[in-house]
């Protein structure tokens, strides 16, 4: 593990870590020939027909490595979905990928900008007694949602952090 991890480690240690799947955990979807298909066409035969609509997303090895170090039970994943085949399509890359992660720690969200609110919910119904808000953490890729992350007094830190 290279310093700048073995530095996140220290300061996510003992903490509550919320990871975003699009962008942070799984790189957007891509191909060898092309970033973010904008054609139709091509949108639906690869991404809605298709079983794994996240078949060119790939797993950053750095992350993996990471979340593996990390206890499971303070490890979240909370991301914003479409519809009930993209969470179930989620859920079997995290499992692929992040085995470590326990699936009643897996949230969705019908919007990105609903992420603060529902870990506010979570705080206050689990944590509030017993560890200060700066000690929950979000990471990141969307910075309106990191800022709203912060504006609510939670750490928040951009997957760029992890680079």
């Not at 870590?17 to 639906?44: K, N, P, R, W």
């Amino acid at each position: 593990m290279d310093k700048t991890l073995e530095n996140l480690l220290t300061k996510l240690t003992h903490k509550k870590v919320f990871f975003d799947f699009d962008g942070v955990l799984m790189t957007y979807q891509a191909t060898e020939s092309q970033v973010h298909i904008t054609e139709e066409d091509t949108y639906l035969k690869k991404f809605v027909y298709n079983e794994n609509p996240f078949f060119a997303s790939r797993a950053p090895e750095r992350m993996k490595d990471f979340i593996a170090t990390l206890n499971p039970n303070d490890v979240f994943v909370l991301s914003a979905v479409g519809s009930s085949f993209e969470s179930q399509a989620k859920n079997n890359i995290l499992a692929e990928h992040y085995p470590t992660i326990p699936t009643y720690n897996i949230i969705y969200t019908g919007r990105s900008l609903y992420k603060a609110v529902i870990v506010e919910e979570m705080y206050d119904t689990l944590w509030k007694n017993q560890i200060p808000k700066t000690d929950v953490f979000i990471v990141e890729d969307n910075p309106e949602v990191i800022k709203s992350f912060e504006s609510k007094g939670f750490s928040a830190l951009h997957i760029s952090s992890f680079l």
